[in-house]
């Protein structure tokens, strides 16, 4: 089964940090874009990162300079480093990967909390 595991969210205070992790099942293969979303109550689903299977990032304008998106090839793993982590960053993470050129699956979401 198709499965995409997250961890690393959680409670912190503003200017803090996190590592979010994303974990595909081996089931999943031949991984092209691997990306983080995030949705902050009564707000619509955006983009925040993403990573293609060559290296190259894009990132949600706001997040620029604090957020890091890697991935770990042989692990079938992504990560994203956050700092300076601001109250606005609160939202659920979801994890997002194209693979086989044809499939896509989501996470199941993590709580990412920013407050003092």
């Known amino acids: 089964q198709a499965q995409l595991v997250e961890s690393g969210g959680g409670l912190v205070q503003p200017g803090g940090s996190l590592r979010l992790s994303c974990a595909a099942s081996?089931?999943?293969?031949?991984?092209?874009?691997m990306g983080w979303y995030r949705q902050a109550p009564g707000k619509q689903r955006e983009l925040v990162a993403r990573?293609?299977?060559?290296?190259?990032?894009n990132y949600l304008d706001s997040v620029k300079g604090r957020f890091t998106i890697s991935r770990d090839n042989a692990k079938n793993t992504m990560y994203l480093q956050m700092n300076s982590l601001k109250p606005e960053d609160t939202a659920v993470y979801y994890c997002?990967?194209?693979?086989?050129?044809?499939?896509?699956?989501w996470g199941q979401g993590i709580q990412v909390t920013v407050s003092s």
């Open positions: 990573i293609t299977s060559g290296g190259n990032t």
């Open positions: 081996p089931s999943i293969f031949n991984i092209q874009t």
């Open positions: 997002n990967v194209n693979w086989d050129r044809r499939h896509e699956s």
